[in-house]
């Protein structure tokens, strides 16, 4: 799959992102922090559970009946109990799986489902990077596979894999992401090219924010802001420059139409 050159980043103004432009650090979330439950999930069958149990404890005797004994068990926790489970998944999962945390971005600039479920409804930012200016940060991207149905782990090969995928109802975000056991990931000050702010967000934070931007040496960081002309979205940079983003194209309308809404033309 092809990289994008610009990756994009919703966000609310909240701690998170003030620490993001001032220590130039993406936060990495906990599978717990996660919007979607099955996100850094696992689910493995009855048989794959034996195969890993065998697999991990190769080294000992035991009997054909004990054996059935903890795969029904784990069978039952599976569909009852999830405490426990998760405690009978962890024993056979590697160790590493379960640190690992995520950060994600999109290839989408204006995605006005994203603006309501990450942006606050419009009173937060899209930050746009420049992969081009950071070798790692666009090294450490990769993009998530959407299918109709998440698969069962069969082999510890899959664990990785289960890390870039998600359910089709999902992939209208077309995401990357970056994902690691530490809880923040540094990037370069120069691959921010602009902070979007959204319909809702007061003016008087954007013009803080240009002083902001200055004092952590992000002064050559584009700031926008998104507004509505007519039936047009439109971006407007510091400079007053407009870019017209809608997605809304009018259709052409016949003289017949014309002349039955004539009261609007």
């Given at each position: 799959m092809n990289k994008p050159r610009y990756i994009y980043k919703y966000h609310k103004l909240n701690i998170f992102f003030f620490e993001l432009i001032t220590s130039k650090e993406f936060?990495?979330?906990?599978?717990?922090e996660l919007n979607d439950p099955f996100d850094l999930s696992i689910s493995i069958s009855k048989d794959s559970f034996q195969k890993f149990y065998i697999e991990k404890y190769s080294h000992l005797e035991y009997k054909a009946s004990?054996?059935?004994?903890?795969?029904d068990l784990f069978e039952y926790y599976r569909v009852n109990e999830k405490s426990e489970y998760n405690r009978l998944?962890?024993?056979?999962?590697?160790?590493?799986?379960w640190e690992n945390r995520t950060t994600c971005f999109t290839e989408e600039a204006n995605?006005?489902?994203m603006w309501s479920h990450y942006s606050d409804n419009h009173n937060g930012v899209c930050?746009?990077?420049d992969l081009s200016k950071d070798e790692k940060l666009n090294n450490s991207l990769t993009p998530i596979k959407y299918l109709k149905r998440i698969p069962e782990i069969k082999q510890q090969t899959d664990?990785?894999?289960?890390?870039?995928?998600?359910?089709?109802?999902?992939?209208?975000?077309?995401?990357?992401?970056?994902?690691?056991?530490?809880i923040k990931f540094p990037f370069k000050p120069e691959a921010i090219n602009e902070i979007i702010f959204g319909l809702?967000?007061?003016?008087?934070?954007?013009?803080?924010?240009?002083?902001?931007?200055?004092?952590?040496y992000?002064?050559?960081?584009?700031l926008s802001k998104l507004q509505i002309k007519g039936n047009r979205l439109i971006k407007t940079n510091q400079w007053g420059n407009e870019v017209n983003i809608s997605h809304f194209r009018p259709k052409k309308i016949s003289k017949a139409e014309k002349e039955k809404w004539k009261f609007l033309y």
């Open positions: 936060y990495l979330a906990s599978r717990e004990d054996l059935k004994n903890i795969t998944l962890k024993d056979v999962v590697p160790q590493e799986y995605n006005s489902l930050i746009k990077f664990f990785k894999k289960f890390l870039y995928l998600k359910e089709e109802s999902w992939s209208s975000e077309k995401e990357w992401r970056i994902v690691s056991n530490k809702n967000t007061p003016n008087n934070i954007i013009s803080w924010f240009s002083y902001l931007l200055e004092g952590v992000l002064s050559d960081v584009i």
